[in-house]
């Protein structure tokens, strides 16, 4: 009877040994998992309490809309009103963002990409397409609000997760521990700054809206009856000696031709002359 109780005890001893070794090795995996040695599941897990994860607040109590338009015009004089679309664009705190011109033979046109404050965005559009005759317009607008709303809440969250690694890294007493510890902080970081360039881009576009402006100079932009004869001694001027130089450039072609074409009629004359004297030679 004393044996078999010494053996049960001696079973139930070993089980005893190793459940303990079963937990203790489980615990050891837990704590260093792979790349981020624990750090990750635990911060992960904090990211999830309701109380770390930042709600909408009165950030986004005002929507967040961008604005864009665009206007096609016609006027008299190109680089006035390009001088007068900077002034007014300066006058209400906006910027021009980028232009270019194109300089024809007869005709002056370009572009102009101008950031306006979004308050004026409207009285902006009036004032703009009030400059020549208007061919053109149009507008439209965007509500990033939600989208701006999500990555502001990734945004707080990612900083949490910074910290904490942060923290992580202070306690860290291996090597090892250490290595990948940074590794993860770095890519958190590079997160951090993508959405932070993000928000700050979208801030911009909703600060400043954008208007795009197609000039093109004509000179009955205003509607005004052109005369046909206005500088007709100049066009009859210009058309005459358009004409003498078609005349002479056709002479001088006729006389390079000539010349071309000479060897080849020196042969034929030749050839002519020839034949000529063998036909007479025959008839005699």
Known sequence: MKKISLILLTIVFLFILVGCGINSRENGENTFNSETIGVTDEVTKDENDSNLVPKADGDFAIDKIIKNGRIELYTENYLKTLEKINMYVNGIGGFVQSSNDIFGESSISGYM???VPATEFSASMKELKSYGRVVGTS???ENINEYYQDISSEL???KIQEQRLLEY???ADKVEDLLNIEI???RVRTIINAKTSILNNYDKQVAYSTITINLT??????????????DLGLKISSGFASS???LMLMVSGIIVLFFRLLPFLVIIGVVL?????VRKKIKK
Do not use: D, H, Q, Y
Not at 273 to 277: G, Q, S, Y
């Open 139 to 141: 507008t439209n607008s």
């Open 273 to 277: 002359i020839i034949v000529w004297l």
């Open 217 to 230: 100079e004509s000179k009955s932009a205003t509607g005004n009856i052109e005369s046909p004869f206005s």
């Open 169 to 171: 890294l202070t306690k």
């Open 156 to 158: 707080k969250s990612l």
């Open 184 to 186: 993860e902080l770095n």
């Open 244 to 246: 003498i130089n078609l």
């Open 113 to 115: 990409i101008i950031r």
